[in-house]
């Protein structure tokens, strides 16, 4: 079992970043591979970055590509998101995820979830 509590959302101005935290609970933290995706206001639920077990390899949406950056310290059990020159389309509720080894872009193939965290982006 595994718990993840995000943190690191609220609102900023067009361009601006923010880092969203993911901490995990557990001492296997290491041997799960972990997404982070997000979900706007009638929107599915998509796929925004993911790294491997080892943090070696890392994928992202191409959305977001050269903009937000994944890693890990699987020290700390902690999974972070830096996001950079943010736009107002990246408004949504950002979730990170949990998966035994393998990643995955496809949120259905996570077991583990965060509850969420609010990033806003204002024009």
């Known amino acids: 079992q595994v718990q993840l509590v995000e943190s690191g959302g609220g609102l900023v101005q067009a361009g601006g970043s923010l880092r969203l935290s993911c901490a995990a609970s557990?001492?296997?933290?290491?041997?799960?591979?972990m997404g982070w995706f997000r979900q706007a206001p009638g929107k599915e639920r998509e796929f925004v970055a993911a790294i491997r077990t080892s943090g070696g390899s890392t994928y992202y949406a191409d959305s977001v590509k050269g903009r937000f950056t994944i890693s890990r310290d699987n020290a700390k059990n902690t999974v972070y998101l830096q996001m950079d020159s943010l736009k107002p389309e990246d408004t949504a509720v950002y979730y990170c995820?949990?998966?035994?080894?393998?990643?995955?872009?496809?949120?259905?193939?996570?077991?583990?979830w965060g509850q969420g965290t609010q990033v806003t982006v204002s024009s």
């Open positions: 557990g001492r296997t933290f290491s041997s799960y591979a």
């Open positions: 995820a949990a998966r035994p080894l393998a990643f995955s872009k496809r949120w259905v193939e996570y077991d583990y």
